[in-house]
C-alpha cells in the first residue's frame, strides 16, 4: 500500500508541475487554510467551530460520495489533498489503515493532524461480541479490535471538538478567540441534545435495543446504559446470518417484548425483515438508525448536519425503546 500511495503521491505532483494547475500548491502559495477530514462528522464539526469562517479556510470532505468508510479506497488526488493540506482528521480505526501510508509521504511539514481516538485515548472501547453475535473468525489472532465509532456518542462529540479547536488554533492562532467561542456554542447544543437522550431512555419502558444488522452504536448505548443484541459487530463485512444466529434473536424478540428491529443505514433490511418473520407475532417495525458513515456531499448540500441526523436517531430510539 506505501509504494501504491507514494507512486499516486508521486504522480500528482509531477503533473502538477508540468500543468501549474493544481488547485491545492496554488492554496498554498497564497496562504489559504486547507483542511481535509475524511468523513461528514469531522466535516461537519470543523464547518461549525469555523462558523462565519474569518481566515477563509477550504474545507475537504474526503467521502463525500456516500462511500461506506470500511471500503474507502483513496483517489490519487485525495492523496495529493492531504498531503499538502494544514489540518487534517481521520478516525483513526481499522478502516483508516490506508492513512498511515498516505501521512508518511506528506510534503507539508507543518501538517497539523488530528486522529478521532488518540484523541479520545482510554475512552476508546475495543469491538464486543455480545451473546448470539455472529463473531469474526480473525478475530482472535488478529488481537482485540477498537470500535471506530465514535463519533455516535454525542459526549464523545464534544470532547473531540475541543481537539480540533485546538488544531485550528494550531494553524490559524489570529483567531482563537473565534474557534473558542464558535466551540462553546456547539458543544452547548451538543449538551443539549445529549440531555434529550438520557430524558428519553429515563422515560422509555424498554431498554433493550436489537439489530438485525452491524452494530456500530456501542458508545451511544454505553452513553445512556442501554442494553443491545445484534447480528454483527461494527465493522464487519458479513450480510448473512446463520440460522442460529437468526433463531436466537428472533427468541430474544420474544423474550424481550421488543416491538421493532433495527437496522442501520445502507441495510436492505432483509435480515431485519426475516428475525421478524421467525417471532411468534411477526407483526414487529424495522427501524432505521442513522449510523453517519455514509452522509453524500448531497445531503449536505440538501441541508443536512450532525445534530440533525441526530436528532432524527434520538426520534427513532424514542420509537425503538417503547
Given at each position: 500500500?506505501?509504494?501504491?500511495?507514494a507512486?499516486?503521491?508521486?504522480?500528482c505532483?509531477?503533473?502538477?508541475?508540468?500543468?501549474?494547475?493544481s488547485?491545492?500548491?496554488?492554496?498554498?502559495?497564497d496562504g489559504?487554510?486547507h483542511i481535509?477530514?475524511?468523513?461528514?462528522?469531522?466535516?461537519?464539526?470543523?464547518?461549525n467551530?469555523?462558523?462565519?469562517n474569518?481566515?477563509?479556510a477550504?474545507?475537504?470532505?474526503?467521502l463525500?460520495?456516500g462511500?461506506?468508510?470500511?471500503s474507502f479506497?483513496?483517489?490519487?488526488?485525495?492523496?495529493?489533498?492531504?498531503?499538502?493540506?494544514?489540518?487534517?482528521?481521520?478516525?483513526?480505526g481499522?478502516s483508516?489503515?490506508?492513512v498511515?501510508?498516505?501521512l508518511a509521504?506528506?510534503?507539508n511539514?507543518d501538517?497539523?493532524?488530528v486522529?478521532?481516538?488518540?484523541?479520545?485515548?482510554?475512552?476508546?472501547?475495543?469491538?464486543?461480541i455480545?451473546?448470539?453475535?455472529?463473531?469474526?473468525?480473525?478475530?482472535?489472532?488478529?488481537g482485540?479490535?477498537?470500535d471506530?465509532h465514535?463519533w455516535?456518542?454525542?459526549?464523545s462529540?464534544?470532547?473531540?471538538?475541543d481537539?480540533?479547536e485546538?488544531?485550528?488554533?494550531?494553524?490559524d492562532?489570529d483567531h482563537?478567540?473565534?474557534?473558542?467561542?464558535n466551540?462553546d456554542d456547539y458543544q452547548?447544543?451538543?449538551?443539549?441534545l445529549?440531555?434529550?437522550?438520557?430524558?428519553?431512555?429515563?422515560?422509555?419502558?424498554q431498554?433493550?435495543?436489537?439489530?438485525?444488522?452491524?452494530f456500530?452504536?456501542?458508545?451511544?448505548?454505553?452513553?445512556?446504559?442501554?442494553?443491545?443484541?445484534?447480528?454483527?459487530?461494527?465493522?464487519?463485512?458479513?450480510?448473512?446470518a446463520?440460522?442460529?444466529?437468526?433463531?436466537?434473536?428472533?427468541q430474544?424478540v420474544?423474550?424481550?417484548?421488543?416491538?421493532?428491529?433495527?437496522?442501520?443505514?445502507?441495510?436492505?433490511?432483509?435480515?431485519?425483515?426475516?428475525?421478524?418473520?421467525?417471532?411468534?407475532?411477526?407483526?414487529?417495525?424495522?427501524?432505521?438508525?442513522?449510523?453517519?458513515?455514509?452522509?453524500?456531499?448531497q445531503?449536505?448540500?440538501?441541508?443536512?448536519t450532525?445534530l440533525?441526523?441526530?436528532e432524527?436517531?434520538?426520534?427513532?430510539?424514542?420509537?425503538?425503546?417503547?
Amino acid at each position: 500500500m506505501k509504494k501504491a500511495i507514494a507512486a499516486l503521491l508521486a504522480l500528482c505532483l509531477a503533473l502538477s508541475a508540468l500543468t501549474a494547475c493544481s488547485a491545492t500548491p496554488q492554496r498554498q502559495e497564497d496562504g489559504t487554510l486547507h483542511i481535509v477530514a475524511t468523513i461528514f462528522p469531522e466535516y461537519d464539526w470543523v464547518r461549525n467551530i469555523l462558523g462565519d469562517n474569518p481566515a477563509g479556510a477550504e474545507l475537504t470532505l474526503l467521502l463525500d460520495n456516500g462511500v461506506d468508510m470500511h471500503s474507502f479506497q483513496p483517489s490519487a488526488a485525495d492523496i495529493l489533498n492531504i498531503s499538502t493540506c494544514d489540518l487534517f482528521l481521520y478516525v483513526g480505526g481499522e478502516s483508516d489503515q490506508w492513512v498511515t501510508d498516505a501521512l508518511a509521504e506528506a510534503v507539508n511539514p507543518d501538517m497539523v493532524v488530528v486522529n478521532l481516538m488518540d484523541a479520545l485515548g482510554d475512552q476508546v472501547r475495543e469491538e464486543e461480541i455480545v451473546e448470539g453475535m455472529e463473531a469474526d473468525g480473525d478475530e482472535a489472532e488478529d488481537g482485540p479490535a477498537y470500535d471506530e465509532h465514535v463519533w455516535l456518542s454525542l459526549r464523545s462529540a464534544a470532547a473531540l471538538c475541543d481537539a480540533i479547536e485546538g488544531a485550528l488554533e494550531a494553524v490559524d492562532p489570529d483567531h482563537a478567540d473565534i474557534y473558542r467561542a464558535n466551540t462553546d456554542d456547539y458543544q452547548a447544543k451538543l449538551s443539549a441534545l445529549d440531555a434529550a437522550y438520557q430524558a428519553a431512555v429515563d422515560d422509555a419502558s424498554q431498554k433493550t435495543l436489537l439489530f438485525g444488522d452491524r452494530f456500530p452504536f456501542r458508545y451511544l448505548t454505553e452513553d445512556y446504559g442501554l442494553s443491545y443484541y445484534a447480528a454483527f459487530v461494527g465493522c464487519s463485512a458479513e450480510t448473512e446470518a446463520s440460522f442460529e444466529t437468526i433463531t436466537f434473536l428472533a427468541q430474544k424478540v420474544d423474550e424481550l417484548g421488543l416491538h421493532s428491529v433495527l437496522t442501520i443505514d445502507g441495510s436492505d433490511g432483509r435480515l431485519a425483515e426475516t428475525i421478524v418473520q421467525a417471532t411468534r407475532t411477526k407483526d414487529q417495525e424495522v427501524l432505521t438508525l442513522n449510523s453517519l458513515q455514509s452522509t453524500s456531499g448531497q445531503d449536505i448540500e440538501a441541508g443536512v448536519t450532525y445534530l440533525s441526523l441526530m436528532e432524527d436517531n434520538l426520534a427513532v430510539l424514542e420509537r425503538a425503546l417503547q
